[in-house]
Each structure stands twice: as C-alpha cells, then as structure tokens.
C-alpha cells in the first residue's frame, strides 16, 4: 500500500497555464504538507495543513493555491505557470504539526514549464 | 532567519569506510532534528531522528547532536555503495541543501 501518493508524477506544461497536483496519504496522519525541489536540490517548505487547517504559508506567490478537502488529501493548484516554477514537488505528511514527528513523503511531481 | 548548514560534499569515502555527515543550526528553539536519504530522483526517506543531546544508534547509523554547539551528525559505519546519495538534515520544517556521498567500491 502506498502511504504518500501524488499524481501526476510528471506534468509538462505551457507557460501561462493553470495546473494541479493531487496528493493523497492512508497514514491518518493529521498534516499534510508541500515541498518544492529546484534545480539545485533545495528542498523547501510552502504549505502545511493540519487538519485541513492553513497553519504553515511560506513565501510563495498567490499563484500557489493549497486545498485540503478532508485531512487525508492536500492538493496544490498553480495559475499563470512561469519558468520559475519548473521544479519538483513533494507532498507529505506527519502525525503532528508541530516539526518533532516524521514526515513521510510521497514519490514527487516534476513539473516542467516551457 | 532560520538556517540549516551542510557541506555539500561530494564527500568520498571506501566501501567499509566510516561516512560523517555535519550539520549545524541556529534555531535554538526547536530540538527535533531529522536525517533523511534521497537516491537520484526519489523522493526523500527517514534515516533517523534524534531529540536528546548525545548519541543515537540504529544498526550501522548513529546519529549525534550538540546543542550547546549547535550541530547534529549522522556516521554511517561499514559504508556500502548503496549508501552512495544524498543526505538531508531538517530541522522544524528547514532542510539543509543536503551532503551528496560517495561510496566507492
């Protein structure tokens, strides 16, 4: 059983357009998050959602929308895709919200803006 | 600002060697400190975590932290090429730009 699943795991897209990501987690775990990868490897923060709660927003531009239908579910909605954007990104989650639990992460998206 | 510091290697070591991995912080805040391993294209895995100054052993990792120092390190004894990849200290949310390895056989 997959704990963390994304999809899709590759999205190649156009500049301009809008796209999503959908992440799901059979864990039961309380939060759920996004990280994005760039080119260099950082691997960095964006959204955490405990409980379908906002509770952590880094700074990412408004273009970035998360959605947590219900706390097993975190999906990531990108408008006006840029350049910039290409990268890879990983959902995961974690019993807590606090940062002392594990995260687990799902197999990443790479999305590629042309 | 909140800061996690590697050395982004590569570090190179022999097959059955010891590897040593650093990491240092500044957030005194949080005491939660995580190492994770990432192959080429995977997606990140859990190694250890340690909450408690001094020494954490699992199999052939042992994890250390100082907080009066601000560092936490990660041995991995017997090195095998399998554990040739990248290693990510996080912290509360911060990973570090991660120590990519390299087991030579």
């Known amino acids: 059983d997959t704990a963390v699943s994304q999809t899709p795991k590759y999205l190649v897209t156009q500049m301009g357009n809008d796209k999503s990501i959908k992440c799901e987690q059979n864990?039961?775990?309380?939060?759920m998050y996004w990280y994005k990868q760039d080119s260099k490897k950082f691997l960095k923060i964006m959204f955490s959602?405990?409980?379908?709660?906002?509770?952590i927003n880094e700074t990412v531009p408004n273009r970035f929308s998360p959605k947590s239908p219900d706390k097993a579910h975190l999906n990531l909605h990108i408008n006006s895709l840029e350049l910039g954007d290409s990268a890879v990104y990983f959902c995961a989650s974690s019993r807590g919200g606090g940062g002392a639990d594990t995260q687990y992460f799902g197999p990443g998206t790479r999305l590629t803006v042309l | 600002q909140k800061e996690v510091e590697q050395n982004s290697g590569p570090l190179s070591v022999p097959e059955g060697a010891i590897a040593s991995l650093n990491c240092t912080y500044s957030d005194r805040g949080s005491q939660s400190f995580f190492w994770y391993r990432q192959y080429s294209g995977k997606s990140p895995e859990l190694i250890m975590f340690i909450y408690s100054n001094g020494d954490k052993e699992d199999g052939r990792f042992t994890a250390q932290l100082n907080k009066a120092s601000q560092y936490v390190s990660l041995l991995i004894r017997d090195s095998q090429p399998s554990d040739s990849a990248t290693y990510l200290c996080?912290?509360?949310?911060?990973f570090g730009p991660g120590t990519r390895l390299s087991v030579l056989p």
């Open positions: 959602y405990n409980n379908k709660e906002l509770i």
């Open positions: 996080l912290q509360n949310f911060v």
């Open positions: 864990l039961g775990h309380d939060t």
